[in-house]
C-alpha cells in the first residue's frame, strides 16, 4: 500500500498539443503539485518537415504556438504552481517530448490523447503516443479527451 | 540538441515576449508583473518602498481574493453604525433631561421606536442590495427610479455626510483619549494627523487586508458592549441594580419642558445619530463574496440586529442605573454603564474604554470603505473626475481614499481639532438619503411588480415617510446651528457634479465616432518643421525622423546672432543636404513667438484651394538620466511643446536622442562618413 503523504511525482514534464485537453491536464498536474510542491515543466513541440531547416523561424514567430504555453502558464499560476514552459522545434514530437523528458529527470510524463477515429470507424491513437509509450524511461499518464459528438 | 537517435535532433525555442506578457487570444495580450517593472533605480526604490508600506501589487485576476466574507465585512461597514450605540443614548438623555428625572424613563421608548425606524430602513436597505447589485445605494435608487438629479442630491450629501463621520469621529475619539490622558489635548492634530494616515494607509493595502487589521477592535467592542448589556439585564431581572449616582451630572434645569409630543421629536431625532453608516452595506455590495447580493443582504441584517441590542439594551442598563449625562470632560454613558457592570479600574473596564476609542476611530472606517466606492460610481456615471474608478496598485480606489483623507484632516485641522461646529451637518446627509431611496424604492416595486412587491412597496412607504418626518425634525432642530450649510453645500457639489458631467458629455460627442462611418486612409498633405538649436546628433536624427514622414521638410534656426546663424547655415547644408534650412533672425531674443509666427506664414502661404496640410512640428530632444540634467537639457523644447499643444492641423513630435543611440547613429550616418573617408585616404 502507497505512503498517502508520498508525491506522486517530483518533476512532471507535461506535454501539451494545444488542444482541449491541455488545461485539463494542467490543472490536473498543477493540483498535486501544488500540495507535493513538484516541478512542473511544459513542453510544446512544433513539428518542422523535412523541407525546412530545423531553426527555422516557425514557432517564435506564432502568436498561436506561443498560447499554447501561456495559457498553461496562467492555468498553472490559478493553483499557485510556477510552470516552466519550454517551445521547441522537432522532426519528430514524440522523439522530442522523450528526451526532453530525460534530459530533464523527469519522473512522470503527461500527454493528451484527443478522441479521433480513422475512416472506418476505429479509435486513432496516432505514432506520438506510441512512441512516447515504448520509450520514456519514466511513468506516462495519458489523458484521452472526452468523446464528442463529432467524435462518435 | 541532440536526442537519443541522431535524426532526434531538436532546438529549443526562445520566447522573447515571456517575461513580460502572455497570449492569451488572437491580438490579445496579458501584462506580467515584469511590465510593470522600474528601469530607473530610483524607480526602483520609489516601489521596493511602496511595496512594503501597501503590499505587493495585485492584479485584476486577484480581486475576487479580496473581497470580503461576511464576518469581515461588518467590522468594516459597520464600525459607523455600531460605533453610534456609544453616544446614541446620551443623545437621547441630553434631550429629556429637559423635561425633568422622570422624563428619563422615556428614553427607552425612545430608542426602541429608534429602533423600528432602524428595522424599517435597514429592511428596506436589504431590499436595495438585492434589487442593485453593483453598489451605489441611494445615488442608485434615486437616479433609477426617480430622476438623475435626486441620485445626485443623495450623493452629494452622502459624500459630504462620509467627510464628516470622519472628521467627527476621529475628534470623538481624541476626547476619548482626552479623557483619560489629559495631555493629550496638547497634541490632538498631531493624533488626528497619525490616525487618518494609519486608516488610509490600511485602507490602501486593501480590502481584505484593512478586514483583518480593523476587525479584533471592531468586535472587541460588540463583545464588551454585549456584556456590560448581559450583566445588566442579569441585575436587573435579578432585582440587584445599585442605581449610579454620578458626581458631575448635567443638573435638572430650573424650569422643566413639558413632555410633549416636541421633545420626544427632539429626542428621537438626537438618538437618530444611530442610524448614520446603515446605508454603507448597500454602497458596497460588489466588495463581498459571492453571492455578493445576499451575503450583504444578511450583513445588513446581523448589523441592525446588533445595533438595535446594543442601542436598546445601553439605554435599558442607562435607564436602570439611573444614569445621566456628565458635564464637557466627564464620563459618557456608556464608561458609565461599563463602571456599573465591570466596576471601575477593573480591566474589563480599561478594556472597554480602550475598545470605544479604537472603534470610534474606526467608525471612520467605514467612511474611507464607502466615499471611495460612491466617487467611484459617480466616475463611472461622469459625474466625477475619471480618475475615481481607477483602482490602485491593491485595487483599492486610492483616489477617493486620499482625497477623503485630506479633506477629512484639513477640517479636523481648519477647526482646531474640535469638530463640534461639524455636528449639526452630520446626520442631516443620511437622512436626506434615506428619504430618497426609500421612495426611490417605492417606485421601484411599483414599476417592477415582483412578487411579493405590495409589502416591498408598504416597506418603503413607511420607511420613507418615517426618515422624512425625522429629516424635518432633524432640519429645523439644527438649521440655525450649522445645518443650513447642507443647503449651500449639496446644490454647491451638485452643481459640480453636473458640470462635470456635461464636460464629459461634450468631449464625448466631440470624440465619438459614428457606428457607420468607415474611417478611409488620409488624403491630406503632410510637411515638416524642425525647429534646431543647431547642429547636433539629436538634430540630425529628428531630420531623419522628418524625412520619413514626409518630403515637405525644412529645418528652422531662430536666432538672434546673425554670424552664428551664417556659420550653421554653412554646416547645415554641407553636413545634410537635401534639406532646406530656414534662419529666423529674432532681435528680441523669444524663441516660442518668432515660431509659431513663422507657421502662421507657411499657414497663409498654402493654396488656399486645397485642403490644410497637417504640419509635423518635429522637435529633437536629449533625453536626460538624472534629476538634475532634466534642469539643464530641454527647455526650450518643452516651451515649445507647451506653445504648439492645441494648434490646429499641428502635430508635434519629440524625438528623444539618448547617449546609448550612439551607436544606432554612426550605424545611419557612419556609412557616409566611412567613405568619404575612404575617398580622402584611399587604401594602399
Known amino acids: ?152 | 540538441m541532440q536526442g537519443r537517435k541522431p535524426a532526434d535532433r531538436r532546438v529549443r525555442v526562445e520566447r522573447p515576449h515571456a517575461p513580460y506578457f502572455r497570449y492569451m487570444g488572437p491580438g490579445q495580450l496579458v501584462a506580467k508583473p515584469a511590465a510593470n517593472r522600474a528601469l530607473t533605480p530610483s524607480g526602483r526604490l520609489v516601489n521596493r518602498i511602496r511595496a512594503a508600506v501597501f503590499g505587493r501589487p495585485l492584479s485584476t485576476e486577484e480581486e475576487i481574493g479580496e473581497r470580503l466574507t461576511k464576518t469581515k465585512a461588518l467590522a468594516i461597514f459597520s464600525s459607523d453604525a455600531i460605533s453610534s450605540s456609544a453616544y446614541a443614548t446620551e443623545e437621547i438623555l441630553r434631550v429629556l433631561l429637559l423635561a425633568g428625572a422622570s422624563a428619563l424613563f422615556l428614553s427607552l421608548w425612545v430608542s426602541i421606536a429608534i429602533t423600528i425606524l432602524l428595522a424599517v430602513v435597514s429592511l428596506s436597505y436589504r431590499q436595495v442590495c438585492r434589487a442593485y447589485p453593483n453598489g451605489g445605494g441611494a445615488y442608485i435608487v434615486a437616479r433609477t427610479n426617480l430622476a438623475p438629479i435626486f441620485g445626485l442630491i443623495a450623493a452629494a450629501a452622502l459624500l459630504i455626510d462620509y467627510v464628516m463621520t470622519v472628521a467627527v469621529s476621529t475628534a470623538a475619539a481624541i476626547a476619548q483619549i482626552q479623557s483619560v490622558v489629559p495631555q493629550a489635548y496638547d497634541v490632538r492634530i498631531e493624533i488626528a494627523f497619525i490616525s487618518i494616515t494609519l486608516i488610509t494607509i490600511a485602507n490602501l493595502r486593501g480590502l481584505r487586508e484593512s478586514g483583518n487589521i480593523f476587525a479584533v477592535p471592531t468586535y472587541l467592542f460588540v463583545g464588551l458592549a454585549l456584556a456590560i448589556v448581559g450583566i445588566g439585564l442579569f441585575h436587573i431581572v435579578g432585582g440587584t441594580v445599585v442605581p449610579v449616582t454620578t458626581a458631575d451630572a448635567v443638573p435638572f434645569p430650573n424650569h422643566f419642558e413639558p413632555i410633549g409630543i416636541l421633545l420626544l421629536l427632539k429626542a428621537f431625532a438626537g438618538g437618530s445619530v444611530a442610524l448614520t453608516g446603515v446605508e454603507a452595506i448597500a454602497n458596497g455590495v460588489p466588495a463581498f463574496k459571492p453571492p455578493e447580493a445576499k451575503n450583504a443582504a444578511n450583513t445588513m441584517t446581523a448589523m441592525a440586529i446588533l445595533l438595535g441590542i446594543l442601542f436598546v439594551g445601553l439605554t435599558l442598563v442607562a435607564v436602570q442605573y439611573g444614569l445621566r449625562p456628565t458635564e464637557a470632560g466627564g464620563p459618557s454613558i456608556v464608561a458609565l454603564a461599563a463602571q456599573a457592570a465591570f466596576g471601575g479600574g477593573s480591566p474589563l473596564f480599561v478594556a472597554f474604554a480602550a475598545s470605544t476609542a479604537l472603534i470610534l476611530f474606526l467608525a471612520a472606517n467605514t467612511s474611507f470603505n464607502a466615499f471611495p466606492r460612491l466617487a467611484a460610481i459617480l466616475a463611472e456615471d461622469g459625474y466625477m473626475p475619471r480618475q475615481f474608478s481607477f483602482r490602485g496598485d491593491r485595487l483599492a480606489y486610492s483616489w477617493g481614499i486620499v482625497l477623503l483623507a485630506a479633506i477629512a484632516f484639513g477640517l479636523l485641522w481648519a477647526f482646531g481639532g474640535d469638530t463640534h461646529a461639524l455636528i449639526p451637518l452630520y446626520s442631516v446627509g443620511v437622512f436626506v438619503c434615506f428619504t430618497l431611496s426609500q421612495i426611490g424604492m417605492v417606485r421601484h416595486w411599483r414599476r417592477e411588480r415582483d412578487s411579493g412587491w405590495r409589502w416591498r412597496m408598504a416597506v418603503n412607504a413607511t420607511g420613507a415617510v418615517l426618515t422624512a418626518v425625522v429629516l424635518l425634525v432633524v432640519v429645523s432642530e439644527k438649521f440655525f446651528n450649522g445645518a443650513y450649510l447642507v443647503v449651500i453645500l449639496v446644490p454647491t457639489l451638485v452643481a459640480m457634479m453636473v458640470f462635470i458631467n456635461r464636460q464629459y458629455s461634450r468631449s464625448a460627442s466631440e470624440l465619438a465616432v459614428a457606428p457607420d462611418m468607415v474611417v478611409r486612409p488620409p488624403h491630406r498633405e503632410e510637411r515638416v518643421v524642425v525647429p534646431i538649436p543647431g547642429l547636433t546628433r539629436a538634430v540630425v536624427q529628428a531630420i531623419n525622423v522628418g524625412r520619413s514622414v514626409s518630403e515637405d521638410i525644412r529645418a528652422v534656426y531662430i536666432s538672434d546672432d546673425p554670424e552664428a546663424a551664417a556659420k550653421l547655415r554653412a554646416e547645415f547644408e554641407r553636413q545634410i543636404p537635401g534639406v532646406p534650412l530656414v534662419v529666423v533672425e529674432s532681435p528680441y531674443r523669444t524663441l516660442v513667438g518668432p515660431l509659431l509666427a513663422y507657421l502662421d506664414v507657411l499657414d497663409a502661404a498654402w493654396p488656399p484651394d486645397k485642403p490644410d496640410p497637417i504640419t509635423f512640428v518635429v522637435i529633437p530632444e536629449y533625453v536626460a538620466r538624472s534629476w538634475w540634467e532634466r534642469i539643464l537639457y530641454n527647455q526650450s523644447a518643452k516651451r515649445l511643446r507647451t506653445a504648439l499643444l492645441g494648434r490646429p492641423h499641428t502635430v508635434v513630435v519629440a524625438v528623444p536622442y539618448r547617449r546609448e543611440d550612439t551607436a544606432l547613429f554612426e550605424a545611419a550616418v557612419g556609412g557616409e562618413r566611412s567613405a568619404e573617408r575612404a575617398a580622402k585616404d584611399p587604401p594602399d
Not at chain 1, 514534464?13 to 513538484?38: M, Y
Not at chain 1, 522530442?96 to 493528451?112: K, N, P, Q, S
Open chain 1, 1 to 152: 500500500m502507497s505512503d498517502a503523504h508520498t508525491p506522486i511525482f517530483q518533476r512532471a514534464v507535461v506535454a501539451l498539443n494545444g488542444g482541449p485537453s491541455d488545461a485539463r491536464i494542467i490543472r490536473l498536474i498543477a493540483d498535486e503539485a501544488r500540495h507535493s510542491k513538484a516541478e512542473v515543466i511544459a513542453v510544446h513541440v512544433v513539428e518542422i518537415d523535412w523541407t525546412l531547416p530545423l531553426d527555422a523561424d516557425i514557432a517564435g514567430r506564432s502568436e498561436e504556438v506561443q498560447r499554447v504555453l501561456d495559457i498553461a502558464e496562467s492555468v498553472a499560476e490559478d493553483y499557485k504552481v510556477r510552470l516552466d514552459p519550454v517551445l521547441l522545434q522537432a522532426r519528430d514530437v514524440g522523439a522530442a517530448i522523450v528526451d526532453e523528458a530525460t534530459e530533464r529527470g523527469a519522473d512522470l510524463l503527461v500527454v493528451g490523447l484527443p478522441f479521433r477515429k480513422r475512416f472506418g470507424g476505429e479509435f486513432a491513437i496516432g505514432r506520438t503516443i506510441p512512441y512516447i509509450l515504448q520509450n520514456a524511461p519514466c511513468a506516462v499518464w495519458v489523458v484521452r479527451d472526452p468523446m464528442t459528438e463529432e467524435s462518435t
